[in-house]
């Protein structure tokens, strides 16, 4: 099993930056893919950006071009840099873990969630 833990979140002005992280222990992180979610109040959980085994990536669309996700194998440790961010990213975040990209990407249900780090937009 993969424990997640993610840090990171806090508050920012529209146009700011901030980077993610989610520290895992437990089984060999490098057999895993992994994923960032967000989900905002009144709103349904989303995957924002998944990265494979091999370091090829995804992003939905309305992250894609200013948030970056990545792996360090060697430190056990997934990344999100979010940089020119809006408003409409005030969410809470939580990396996601599963051996299966497709229970990230596209059914939603990671055999591994971290509790969430938030993240507040003003504008």
């Known amino acids: 099993s993969v424990q997640l833990v993610e840090s990171g979140g806090g508050s920012v002005q529209a146009g700011g930056s901030l980077r993610l992280s989610c520290v895992a222990s437990?089984?060999?992180?490098?057999?895993?893919?992994l994923g960032w979610f967000r989900q905002a109040p009144g709103k349904e959980r989303e995957a924002i950006a998944v990265?494979?085994?091999?370091?090829?990536?995804v992003y939905v669309g309305s992250v894609k071009g200013r948030f970056t996700i990545s792996r360090d194998n060697a430190k056990n440790t997934l990344y999100l840099q979010m940089n020119s961010l809006k408003p409409e990213d005030t969410a809470m975040y939580y990396c996601?873990?599963?051996?299966?990209?497709?229970?990230?990407?596209?059914?939603?249900?990671?055999?591994?969630w971290g509790q969430g780090t938030q993240v507040t937009v003003s504008s």
């Open positions: 437990g089984d060999t992180f490098g057999s895993y893919c």
């Open positions: 990265i494979d085994v091999d370091g090829t990536d």
């Open positions: 996601a873990a599963d051996l299966s990209p497709t229970r990230l990407w596209v059914e939603y249900e990671p055999d591994y």
